[in-house]
């Protein structure tokens, strides 16, 4: 099973997610052999979000799902993360096609993966995160 890192970025009562393909995803990405999670998330959010930088808070938990890419399963390790700069303006590059905060709801009513899927559910669950307010930060 293929391991993926991936940032949870919460801003107001919103979630940042990032579209590559027709997927909406978490930021992030593979571990690059001998990377620890926390130098994946800063490569990755960098590369994928024009130079960009997060500072890494808390670990979330783990989600498994398929990859809407190579349609195979991978598990997620999530981390609480911050932008170091919250108003600069990202700018998607690589694969990356757009940027977007959204409302959980929303997130949910577009084509998401299964693992987003799942983290934002939980988030709802765990009332960490609501449609118009955010319990936790």
């Known amino acids: 099973m293929r391991q993926v890192i991936n940032a949870l970025i919460i801003n107001g009562n919103k979630i940042l997610l990032f579209r590559k393909n027709r997927v909406w995803i978490l930021p992030g990405g593979k571990p690059i052999e001998g990377e620890s999670h926390l130098e994946t998330l800063s490569r990755e959010f960098r590369e994928e979000a024009s130079g960009a930088e997060i500072k890494v808070e808390d670990f979330y938990g783990s989600f498994r799902g398929i990859s809407p890419c190579k349609r195979d399963v991978v598990e997620s390790k999530v981390y609480y993360t911050q932008l170091k700069n919250p108003s600069a303006i990202l700018v998607p590059s690589n694969e990356i096609m757009e940027i977007r905060f959204f409302k959980p ?21 765990r009332r960490i995160i609501l449609q118009n307010a955010v319990i936790y930060r």
Do not use: C, Q
């Open 105 to 125: 709801y929303d997130a949910l009513a577009h084509n998401i993966s299964e693992i987003t899927d799942s983290l934002i559910r939980k988030l709802i669950e």
